[in-house]
């Protein structure tokens, strides 16, 4: 019975750490089903939103503002309205202008974003780490004694990732510019001729993407407590790798993909040890890449002539 509620418990943090890959995954699934290129600028935009949710938090409270669902609507509301505008300046920036052509110039140009933008915010905040306070300190126990228990911020994390997968969800499945999306994403020059601005359906889809990106650096920031400029690689690269084992291109698959690289993860550090983690994500990549490329709920493309 003590191994099965520690292994309930590696689940519970595994799931939480996951659903937030999920969001940032979303980004980079839904670019690729657009435009089939892949935003590596993406994770440096999840960065900003960490560092946006902090000047918001800490610049209220310098104004003696103590309230915890005011700072904690403040941090979210901040960080999503800037990264937005990050996600839409990196498509009009780096991605517009350069479409249509040879698909490795996008990516560079993206990596050069991705660099750009981490460097200004060494230039703008340094390299020391900034701390931001648990808005919900706390757990509550699910086993008697303690065994197994989960946070009030894990909870949170649960919630607030939920909404936003069900709103997303809804979105691009009831809405007229879901559809538009769904459109687009079909065959992008058939969705121009039939009348779509297939030029603003895919800056919104940066858009979205960075919305969600900064969803998850709240949350990440204020369940771990540090934020510094090199987190938004790291973070994106398993990200990626969520979006790869989940089908990129599928949201569902982005969603699904970063709750198992969570999982593995947690169970991963449990077995091999915490410096290891990240070698067992990736082995659990490479592997799935083996024996199923197109990664869990992934189609083989076909090609459209």
């Known amino acids: 019975m003590p191994e099965l509620n520690h292994y309930l418990q590696l689940l519970i943090d595994g799931l939480s750490v996951g659903s937030t890959y999920a969001l940032i995954a979303i980004g980079y699934t839904m670019v690729y089903g657009i435009i089939g290129m892949i935003n590596f600028a993406h994770g ?19 104004l003696g503002i103590d309230s915890v669902a005011l700072l904690t609507i403040a941090a979210f509301v ?12 990196i498509e009009r920036v780096a991605y517009r202008p350069l479409r249509g052509g040879n698909r490795l110039i996008p990516l560079i140009s993206a990596i050069g974003m991705s660099i750009v933008l981490q460097n200004m915010v060494l230039l703008a905040q ?38 936003a997968m069900i709103g997303l969800t809804l979105f691009i499945a009831r809405s007229r510019l879901g559809r538009a999306c769904r ?22 889809t940066f858009v ?3 919305a969600l990106a900064a969803v998850a650096a709240v949350l990440i920031s204020m369940r771990y407590g540090f934020i510094n400029p090199n987190l938004g ?28 690289l969570g ?34 709920l992934g189609r083989p493309e076909v090609e459209k002539v």
């Open 44 to 62: 440096e935009v999840y960065m900003i939103g960490s560092y946006i949710a902090f000047i918001a938090i800490a610049g209220l409270a310098m």
């Open 78 to 89: 901040a960080s999503m309205i800037v990264t937005s505008a990050y996600g839409y300046s």
């Open 126 to 163: 340094d390299s020391r780490g900034k701390s931001i306070p648990d808005p919900l300190p706390g757990k509550f126990d699910l086993v008697a004694g303690g065994a197994v228990s989960i946070s009030y911020m894990q909870v949170f994390i649960f919630v607030i990732t939920f909404v």
């Open 183 to 204: 459109a687009t994403a079909e065959d992008l020059k058939m969705a121009n001729l039939l009348g779509i601005n297939t030029n603003n359906i895919i800056a919104l």
């Open 208 to 210: 979205i993407g960075a």
């Open 233 to 260: 690689f790291l973070a994106g690269i398993k990200a990626f790798t969520a979006a790869v084992l989940g089908g990129i291109g599928s949201i569902p698959g982005a969603m699904l993909g970063g709750l198992v």
């Open 263 to 296: 999982v593995a993860e947690a169970f991963g550090a449990d077995v091999f040890g915490d410096q290891y983690k990240d070698v067992v994500a990736f082995t659990l990549l490479v592997l799935l890449l083996l024996f199923r490329p197109t990664g869990i």
